[in-house]
């Protein structure tokens, strides 16, 4: 039957916006019971505009905090990253020079900038930390909120906004018709991650998610009974990917992710993965 498991693999990939990496991926995906997802770019576009941006520190003005944050995320691929630097690009604003950045995987990025030591971070690495986020930081609105601090002192944020991608809706209720329970992970905010989960109808979602969480998470729901997919883009989701039953490398991921994972969503389209599941169901109920 190999070869043409094989073949038939080939044409979903081809047509579907699917690689699979692993012969037996496709045979696997029709048992997925449960489907884990990442959200920023899978579930939502991943295309961040910049809502708003405080300072808390007297000595560092707000467009100050700002073209510093720009100095760190030209060297990020992140979709925050890329929304900051739309915003300044926006406010013609001349970013300076970055040195010796470093990216704090799953965490955020940290640079020299004009002799100070300046990072932009998650929610989770100011908890990890036990600092308090500063004051206006939670707005009533789902915003994605990053942190600024300079020579470790919390200096302000910045508040992004990214939409849900309208083929989510879509995917979700084809899973929830094939009784397959959907859940979300995601290093954004509890606010966040609540309005997307309670839009879409998922079962549930974990935030404020650190890189090692999310092997757990798998495991956790591997312990509950549960065949896992598990979708992820960064260096700090291959771990989890690897303890997955089915791993999905998304489209714009890095080749760790990639080479980790069974499948790849060339498109980072859930429409896809759905797609990939009921065909597989069809294939192997016509051949048994
Ligand atoms: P997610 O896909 O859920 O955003 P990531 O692992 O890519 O998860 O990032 C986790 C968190 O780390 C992000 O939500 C964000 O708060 C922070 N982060 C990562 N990279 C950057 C960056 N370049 N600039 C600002 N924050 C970042
Ligand atoms: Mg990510």
Do not use: C
């Amino acid at each position: 039957a190999i070869p043409l498991v094989v073949a038939i693999s080939t044409a979903v990939s081809a047509q579907n916006g699917l690689l699979i990496r692993n012969r037996t991926a496709f045979e696997e995906s029709r048992k997925i019971t449960t489907l884990l997802f990442d959200k920023t770019g899978t579930l939502t576009t991943g295309v961040f505009g910049v809502a708003r941006y405080e300072s808390i520190n007297k000595a560092i003005k707000k467009e100050e905090m700002f073209r510093l944050a720009g100095a760190l995320e030209q060297n990020s691929e992140h979709p925050i990253a890329v929304g900051i630097i739309n915003k300044l690009k926006e406010l013609k604003v001349s970013i300076p020079n970055a040195e010796k950045f470093n990216a704090i995987t799953g965490k955020g990025v940290e640079a020299r900038v004009e002799g100070k030591q300046v990072k932009v971070v998650s929610p989770g690495y100011l908890k990890e930390k036990n600092w308090e986020m500063p004051e206006g930081s939670v707005s009533s609105e789902a915003e994605t909120v990053v942190f600024v601090i300079v020579d470790e002192k919390i200096t302000g944020y910045i508040a992004l906004s990214d939409a849900i991608r309208p083929e989510s809706r879509e995917a979700i209720k084809t899973f929830k018709d094939n009784n397959i329970k959907t859940f979300m992970a995601t290093g954004d905010n509890e606010r966040v991650a609540k309005a997307v989960a309670s839009e879409l109808g998922l079962d549930g979602y974990f935030a404020e998610v650190l890189p090692h969480n999310k092997v757990e998470i798998v495991k956790d729901l591997q312990g509950k009974g549960e065949f896992v997919a598990m979708t992820g883009d960064g260096v700090n989701d291959a771990p989890a990917l690897a303890q997955a039953n089915v791993g999905i490398a998304v489209g714009s991921g890095t080749d760790i992710a990639a080479e980790t994972a069974d499948i790849v969503l060339v498109n980072s389209n859930p429409k896809d993965i759905a797609n990939l599941i009921l065909f597989g169901k069809a294939t192997y109920n016509k051949m048994i």
